[in-house]
């Protein structure tokens, strides 16, 4: 059994994703990250970067002690070996699936989390910070677009850890308003996964517990936000 520390976030459903397309059996560990419990000991033991998602695997493969990974990166490699599913058993495969669940861990996911906190979050308007990180978001765009111009998915031509970790970020377009019409193969293969039915089941877990406006509470704000009380 795998408990997944977890918050209805971006990073929190790639996880959440791949644990039900690979059919894994967890258990869901609530972390209310509104209220700070990523700052409670217990959790910083398996999690000391204070972010979730992160599980804990009671039953891994060298039969020892149960084992934590923290970093979603890290968690699906380590899913994906467990599962045996969903990273290319070839060398270039493998490579290729590698570096596009990287250049989501370095690139992707924080520059569309920053220019979503400087969209959506901030208390003020930094035009400066805003057109930076949207130029570095739609820069990205269109290094996916011309991967996905010509390959099924970003691995090559099978759906992998790579994807899981790019779908949930892409999802936000909306939101952080980026023209998905604009990046046509990011448009088809975002329409193409939404198919599926194991991301469907990720993906749905705790829409009902999401906080879209974390700005409007003041403790919440200074508690997701770092904000310290004598500024
Ligand atoms: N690089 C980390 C990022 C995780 C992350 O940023 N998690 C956010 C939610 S999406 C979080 O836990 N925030 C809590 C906080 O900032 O205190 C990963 O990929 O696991």
Known sequence: MIDLYFAPTPNGWKISVMLEECGLDYKLKWI??????????????ISPNNRIPAIVDHDPADGGDPVSVFETGAILLYLA?????????????????????????????PMMGQHGHFKLYAPERIAYATERYRNEVLRLFGVMERRLADHDYLAGADYSIADMSCFPWIQTYKRQEIALEEFPSVKRWYENLKQREGLRRGMAIGRDKINR??????????ILFGIKDDK
């Open 81 to 109: 070996d467990k599962a045996e599913q969903f990273l290319p058993h070839d060398l270039r495969g493998q490579i290729a699936a590698t570096e596009w669940l990287m250049w989501q861990m370095g690139g992707l996911g």
């Open 213 to 222: 406006n974390p700005q409007n509470d003041e403790q919440t704000r200074k």
């Open 32 to 45: 209310n990250i509104g209220a700070g419990e990523q700052f409670e000991p217990e959790f910083l033991a």
